[in-house]
DNA sequence: GACGTTACTGGACCGCCGGTCCAGTTGTCG
DNA sequence: CGACAACTGGACCGGCGGTCCAGTAACGTC
């Protein structure tokens, strides 16, 4: 998903290589301990390179968690249901949280990359959230607004995301259980939205375990 | 709460006015453009003093923060109810998360600092976390545990504390709307626990709103 | 297919930061 | 009051994010 101009050929490559190199190293190791330099030779270019391209570190990370989360922002907003348009709120709802410990689950590391680089310091007043944690934010407040419109869903929409910015739960997820997240969610979810059927089987909205997301 | 041996006068004199600097500077600074140089000169010491009593950056951070937590803590151990041992369980996680909201709200930015502190990585394995995590975790998922032992109440507790590393929460509570915070946590744990008498008004357990915590 | 233009490349370089070290100093105890 | 130990603090180090610019190689033009 390269920026709008096309890019020259080598660039194209190598600003591949470089998202690449970072996806693996942040499967390995602490995003703390991911220098530049190592960036940059892992992915076989000069530093100068990685600069070039994406600005900072922070451009960098952000890149890599916008390539992978498009794939669920045109899932959300164009695909078929429950994740798309068409289905209930709350199934909606319940969809997109599974479909994003989904995403995070199998791209271990990129969202503790993307803690730090979430909201970009704008000058020395408050900050500002990158587009796709705004999209996330607003795409629960929605939904949840549209059955619970008495709740503080704006805040809720950051309780629910937080969890995914949480070390210990990033650790968690590291060792491949994801799944006790998914459900502790939807354990949360189901509580508060009203179920309008049976008030006890939320299995029905169970979304497609491999939905879009990250290939 | 200095370590179990006593500190020499001036060191005393020194760790106090380290930690009164950090606090001061967490209030109105990113806690990533804090230096330790910076620190050690608002404290009006040398910067080998701060690494010769808190070894490290993490270890100023989570002095403070220990500091900071443990009238929290005696109180949830040793203290009347409903925060202390006496009350019903859903009554006791209540008070406890305002509790929590509360002792974040008035030491702004002191969680910002326990984001990154908040794991050692111990070696290259896995990570520890700190025993103020440890603490408010265990608490928090034994309280739950008594009222609904069939949630994953281990990792229900990691998603209720995630919202105070949160950095877009943490910007909400800057700005003095953490009664909003409070409101939804206590939204959520309703929804989730049972309430015996009433099935809709959890009123009554509102918990003393100036408790515990930091002065 | 040769050529000039222009964007890309990459390594040397910079300033800053966390952390170390040790010579000098100052509190404490017999 | 003296001696010892603990504390102090600034010079110092390795490494990091980020900059710079001379060399290079891809693309449009004829």
Redesign the pocket.
């Known amino acids: 998903m390269p920026p709008s101009g096309r890019?020259?050929?080598?660039?194209a490559?190598?600003r591949t290589a470089l998202l690449k190199a970072v996806e693996e190293l942040l499967a390995h190791h602490h995003p703390a301990?991911?220098?530049?330099?190592?960036v940059a030779t892992t992915a076989?270019?000069?530093?100068?390179?990685v600069?070039?391209?994406f600005?900072?570190?922070?451009g960098l990370m952000l890149a890599l968690i916008q390539e992978r989360a498009h794939d669920l922002g045109v899932a959300i907003t164009d695909g078929p249901p429950p994740l798309g348009p068409g289905a209930p709120a709350r199934a909606r709802l319940l969809a997109f949280l599974s479909a994003i410990v989904d995403l995070v689950s199998r791209n271990k590391g990129l969202l503790a990359a993307l803690g730090p680089a979430i909201a970009t310091p704008t000058d020395q007043g408050p900050r500002e959230a990158h587009p796709v944690y705004r999209t996330w934010h607003g795409h629960i407040a929605g939904l949840a607004g549209q059955e619970r419109p008495d709740l503080d869903t704006d805040m809720l929409a950051h309780v629910l995301l937080a969890s995914v910015h949480s070390e210990p739960i990033l650790d968690t997820l590291a060792r491949g259980e994801g799944e006790r997240l998914d459900r502790t969610l939807r354990d949360l979810v189901t509580a508060l939205l009203p179920e309008r059927p049976a008030p006890e089987r939320p299995d029905p909205e169970r979304p497609d375990p491999e939905g879009p997301g990250a290939t």
């Open positions: 890019l020259r050929a080598d660039a490559r190598n301990q991911i220098s530049m330099d190592l076989g270019v000069g530093k100068g390179t600069f070039h391209r600005g900072s570190r922070d």
